[in-house]
């Protein structure tokens, strides 16, 4: 297999006319469905208007992502989730899973159950282009660009708060974002203490353990908390077992203007892979099939080696430093480090010798140039660096001042554990060794100025200067350096005190990621971001919704395949665009029943895509971005007669996409709905155990035939006919678990 030809080059003159008729025949047609729509949910609330676009109040924990963070005063797309609404579905699977029913976005799991490895898609944008940034330092990976949540299992017991900002977004540390920004705040100090014990149980033998606890407030400003976690599951898919061991400890030091905070997180996960995927015959007659570790013995038995796992470790440490200085200034300064390490495990079935740098050795009189073998690829590495921000607040003006430098050192490497052949070998020599390192430095300054009373200025300015080598035999040599200026403007209009309109513009720049340099030499991407929105505030109604266009030059789209580890491949594809529009609301129906729908439609367009099919170049016109539905909805229906009991119905449909960028029928994902029945019951006691909270979790409770990523390629056959190109397709899925369930208990003493 081979990675398929895509050639972009630009129409020639007068022919990018019919993209822009689609484009004025869309932007009609959104239009109309947002004056349709919010007529409709207008109508039905015309209660007596409060002032509640301010946003809440930032007390002083929260100032340490304030940077990075906005509220309904700017003009930036976002939707947020705090602990509350997490407790009732917080069960043990991970972070993406949970954000599942969020406006534009997409999640799935390797193993089908949302336990192991999971990731998410924003706006069509896959994990690598969501900018992930915890208590304002970056998470994403430096090479990958990935997000692992698998590393930091049962995390979401540790969120205090997330917030998903939607397109470029605010200046943030880290990678720029292109689809979103993602910035999570770990746990609060607590002023009193507690401890609790959690319990959950489910499909697949999955269980989570946890315990938390607080010592409070000591002495009116030290405080020290903590959590150990354990999650195990079999996973749907065979073999495709979870062990996550995962943990959270805290210290505080808090008075009047001074707040230091010391975290050490972070998690150890052996995860059977579960990568592979399977065919179109297999997902018809049998779904949970995994080839991960197969292989065919002596005898001629098919086995499967054992160990065929992802085993790594990853702890993070950081230290947060945030002062008062007056009324009007304050500061905050972090330092933290990663450390990481691990491997993962592959039985190999008659590999060449020539692969692992061997020589041929002759048995009984026969050459041999071929033996099993178990290997390990590692990889060892170190992340760390500092940010820092500087706030000015008066009456009319927020300006923030900030900033960061991170480096990352990298070392990757493979060994032969065992060869049934081990021709010339020595234990511990490593057939490949390589190293790499990336540093990113970055400054920003922005401002927010209020006008008048209604109107609202914004600007951001970024600089980010970034630069990466490599040594790989997958990459090549990579020595490559990167200046980027990033400007954002915007204005808000508040028309009264529910009603609240933004528009604004954004220029993004992105590197490439390791995996992209095994295509060849990639071109780093540019988005240009517009945003347009309005929002409604009432006691009994909030309605958010925006208009989006997204016009990208040179941007990285996957192309369906997979790399030899299973990681996406992408490659450059010129001129694109994404237009969108995106609503969400939330409507108190009574005074026990709670309505949270969102919707997201879209048109994602390559243009002037050119694709060589059997040897000739074709043009393909304007082609859909892989992994981009036009539909994505959600719905949440919530039933709470009193505050120790609700019920929640939630459903998910995505719309039909593709997972290549030739509109190939061989690359179609079908749209699917998922439907989850929640449900939760606080029994409060009057004795040293305060309470206790009870969980039950049915996902897919249709149980629905759901298939929600896959991969697709293509490569050239000049071999069976010679003399002639005939291009193959093939593609492979990943399918979700069917009805399944998690129950849970958690006691607070």
Same mark, same amino acid.
């Given at each position: 297999?081979k990675?398929?030809?895509?050639?972009?080059?630009?129409?020639?003159?007068g022919?990018l006319?019919p993209?822009?008729?689609?484009?004025?025949?869309y932007?009609?047609?959104?239009?109309?469905?947002?004056a349709?729509?919010?007529?409709?949910?207008?109508?039905?609330?015309?209660?007596?208007?409060?002032d509640?676009?301010?946003?809440?109040?930032v007390?002083l924990?929260?100032?340490?992502?304030?940077?990075?963070r906005?509220?309904?005063?700017?003009?930036?797309?976002?939707?947020?989730?705090?602990?509350?609404?997490?407790?009732?579905r917080?069960?043990?699977?991970?972070?993406?899973?949970?954000?599942n029913?969020?406006?534009?976005v997409?999640t799935t799991?390797?193993?089908g159950?949302?336990?192991?490895?999971?990731?998410i898609?924003?706006?069509?944008?896959?994990?690598?282009r969501?900018?992930?940034?915890i208590?304002?330092?970056?998470?994403?990976?430096?090479?990958?660009?990935?997000?692992?949540?698998v590393?930091m299992?049962d995390?979401?017991?540790?969120t205090?708060?997330?917030?998903?900002?939607?397109?470029v977004?605010?200046?943030?540390?880290?990678?720029?974002?292109?689809?979103?920004?993602?910035?999570?705040?770990t746990?609060?100090?607590?002023e009193?203490?507690?401890?609790r014990?959690?319990?959950?149980v489910?499909s697949?033998?999955?269980?989570r353990?946890?315990?938390?606890?607080?010592?409070g407030?000591?002495?009116?400003?030290?405080?020290?908390?903590?959590?150990?976690?354990?999650?195990t599951?079999?996973?749907?898919?065979?073999?495709?077992?979870?062990?996550?061991?995962?943990?959270?400890?805290q210290?505080?030091?808090?008075d009047?203007?001074?707040?230091?905070?010391?975290?050490?997180?972070g998690?150890?996960?052996v995860?059977?892979q579960a990568?592979?995927g399977?065919?179109?015959?297999?997902?018809?007659?049998?779904?949970?099939?995994?080839?991960?570790?197969?292989?065919t013995?002596?005898?001629?038995?098919?086995?499967?080696?054992?160990?065929?796992?992802?085993?790594?470790?990853?702890?993070h440490?950081?230290?947060h430093?945030?002062?008062?200085?007056?009324?009007?200034?304050?500061?905050?300064?972090?330092?933290?480090?990663?450390?990481?390490?691990?491997?993962?495990?592959?039985?190999?079935?008659?590999?060449?010798?020539?692969?692992?740098g061997?020589?041929?050795i002759?048995?009984?009189?026969?050459?041999?140039?071929?033996?099993?073998?178990?290997?390990r690829?590692?990889?060892?590495?170190?992340?760390?660096?500092?940010?820092?921000?500087?706030?000015?607040?008066?009456?009319?003006?927020?300006?923030?001042?900030?900033?960061?430098?991170?480096e990352?050192?990298?070392?990757?490497?493979?060994?032969?554990?065992?060869?049934e052949?081990?021709s010339d070998?020595?234990?511990?020599?490593?057939?490949?060794?390589?190293?790499?390192?990336?540093?990113?430095?970055?400054?920003?300054t922005?401002?927010?100025?209020?006008?008048?009373?209604?109107?609202?200025?914004f600007?951001?300015?970024q600089?980010?200067?970034?630069?990466?080598?490599?040594?790989?035999?997958?990459?090549?040599?990579?020595? !490559?350096?990167f +200046?980027f =200026?990033?400007p954002k403007?915007?204005v808000?209009?508040?028309? %009264?005190? #529910?009603?609240? *309109? &933004? /528009?604004?513009?954004?220029r993004?720049n992105?590197?490439?990621?390791?995996?992209?340099?095994?295509?060849?030499?990639?071109?780093?991407?540019?988005?240009?971001?517009?945003?347009?929105?309005?929002?409604y505030?009432?006691?009994?109604?909030?309605?958010?919704?925006?208009?989006y266009?997204?016009?990208?030059?040179?941007?990285?789209?996957?192309?369906g395949?997979?790399?030899?580890?299973?990681?996406?491949?992408?490659?450059?594809v010129?001129?694109?665009?994404?237009?969108?529009?995106?609503?969400?609301?939330?409507? !108190?129906?009574? +005074?026990? =029943?709670r309505?949270?729908?969102?919707?997201?439609?879209?048109? %994602?367009? #390559?243009?002037? *895509? &050119? /694709?060589e099919r059997?040897?000739?170049l074709q043009?393909?016109?304007?082609?859909n971005i892989?992994?981009?539905?036009?539909?994505?909805?959600?719905?949440?229906?919530?039933?709470?007669?009193?505050?120790?009991?609700?019920?929640?119905?939630?459903s998910?449909?995505?719309?039909?996409q593709?997972?290549?960028?030739i509109?190939?029928?061989t690359?179609?994902l079908d749209?699917?709905t998922?439907?989850?029945?929640?449900?939760?019951?606080?029994?409060n006691?009057?004795s040293?155990?305060?309470?206790?909270?009870?969980?039950?979790?049915? +996902?897919?409770?249709?149980?629905?035939?759901?298939v929600?990523?896959?991969?697709?390629?293509?490569?050239?056959?000049?071999?069976?006919?010679?003399?002639?190109i005939t291009?193959?397709e093939?593609?492979?899925?990943?399918?979700?678990?069917?009805?399944?369930?998690?129950?849970?208990?958690?006691?607070?003493?």
């Amino acid at each position: 297999m081979k990675l398929y030809s895509i050639i972009q080059k630009r129409a020639a003159s007068g022919s990018l006319r019919p993209t822009q008729n689609n484009h004025r025949n869309y932007i009609k047609r959104v239009c109309a469905a947002t004056a349709i729509f919010s007529l409709a949910l207008t109508a039905s609330a015309q209660e007596e208007p409060i002032d509640s676009l301010e946003g809440e109040k930032v007390v002083l924990d929260e100032v340490l992502v304030q940077a990075v963070r906005v509220t309904k005063d700017f003009p930036i797309t976002f939707s947020d989730l705090d602990k509350v609404e997490l407790a009732p579905r917080n069960l043990g699977q991970d972070v993406p899973i949970l954000m599942n029913f969020m406006p534009a976005v997409v999640t799935t799991s390797d193993a089908g159950a949302g336990v192991g490895y999971t990731s998410i898609r924003v706006r069509g944008s896959d994990a690598t282009r969501v900018n992930v940034t915890i208590n304002g330092v970056p998470y994403n990976d430096a090479e990958s660009q990935g997000t692992f949540w698998v590393n930091m299992p049962d995390f979401a017991s540790s969120t205090q708060s997330l917030q998903l900002q939607r397109g470029v977004g605010t200046s943030t540390n880290g990678a720029g974002a292109f689809g979103a920004s993602l910035n999570m705040l770990t746990d609060a100090f607590s002023e009193e203490a507690y401890a609790r014990i959690s319990t959950s149980v489910g499909s697949f033998n999955t269980l989570r353990n946890n315990v938390k606890f607080s010592t409070g407030l000591m002495n009116d400003h030290f405080e020290f908390s903590g959590r150990l976690s354990r999650v195990t599951s079999d996973g749907y898919v065979d073999r495709a077992a979870s062990e996550l061991d995962g943990y959270f400890l805290q210290g505080v030091y808090n008075d009047d203007n001074t707040l230091i905070k010391a975290l050490l997180f972070g998690g150890h996960e052996v995860t059977y892979q579960a990568w592979n995927g399977i065919t179109a015959d297999q997902l018809e007659n049998n779904r949970t099939y995994n080839s991960a570790g197969e292989y065919t013995d002596d005898n001629g038995v098919t086995q499967y080696h054992d160990n065929e796992v992802d085993d790594y470790k990853q702890d993070h440490f950081q230290l947060h430093w945030y002062e008062t200085w007056n009324s009007a200034w304050n500061t905050h300064l972090a330092v933290h480090y990663t450390r990481g390490r691990g491997y993962f495990e592959q039985y190999r079935d008659d590999d060449d010798f020539a692969t692992y740098g061997l020589e041929p050795i002759t048995v009984n009189g026969n050459l041999v140039e071929t033996t099993d073998l178990i290997r390990r690829r590692w990889l060892d590495n170190d992340f760390y660096g500092t940010i820092f921000s500087a706030t000015y607040n008066n009456e009319n003006l927020e300006l923030i001042m900030g900033g960061g430098y991170n480096e990352y050192k990298g070392d990757h490497f493979g060994e032969i554990i065992w060869a049934e052949y081990a021709s010339d070998s020595e234990y511990g020599d490593r057939y490949y060794d390589d190293t790499s390192t990336k540093t990113d430095f970055n400054v920003y300054t922005k401002a927010n100025y209020k006008l008048t009373d209604q109107w609202s200025l914004f600007g951001d300015l970024q600089y980010r200067g970034v630069t990466y080598e490599a040594n790989g035999d997958d990459t090549g040599l990579v020595d !490559d350096s990167f +200046n980027f =200026f990033n400007p954002k403007a915007g204005v808000t209009f508040d028309l %009264n005190r #529910n009603n609240n *309109f &933004y /528009f604004s513009y954004a220029r993004a720049n992105r590197e490439p990621n390791r995996n992209d340099y095994e295509s060849g030499s990639p071109k780093p991407e540019k988005l240009n971001d517009f945003e347009l929105g309005w929002r409604y505030v009432s006691p009994s109604f909030q309605l958010n919704t925006n208009v989006y266009y997204m016009r990208y030059k040179d941007q990285l789209v996957l192309t369906g395949e997979l790399n030899d580890v299973g990681a996406p491949l992408r490659s450059n594809v010129g001129d694109s665009y994404r237009l969108g529009l995106e609503i969400e609301a939330n409507v !108190d129906i009574s +005074n026990s =029943f709670r309505w949270r729908p969102n919707i997201a439609l879209s048109d %994602n367009k #390559n243009l002037d *895509f &050119y /694709f060589e099919r059997d040897g000739v170049l074709q043009d393909l016109g304007n082609t859909n971005i892989a992994y981009s539905p036009k539909l994505i909805a959600g719905n949440i229906i919530s039933y709470m007669p009193n505050a120790n009991f609700q019920v929640s119905l939630l459903s998910k449909f995505v719309g039909k996409q593709y997972m290549g960028n030739i509109d190939s029928e061989t690359s179609v994902l079908d749209s699917y709905t998922q439907t989850d029945f929640n449900v939760q019951y606080t029994i409060n006691m009057n004795s040293f155990i305060k309470s206790i909270e009870l969980s039950g979790l049915v +996902n897919n409770i249709f149980d629905a035939d759901i298939v929600s990523n896959g991969y697709f390629y293509t490569f050239d056959d000049d071999y069976s006919n010679p003399g002639t190109i005939t291009t193959i397709e093939g593609a492979g899925y990943y399918p979700q678990a069917g009805i399944n369930f998690l129950v849970g208990a958690t006691v607070n003493f």
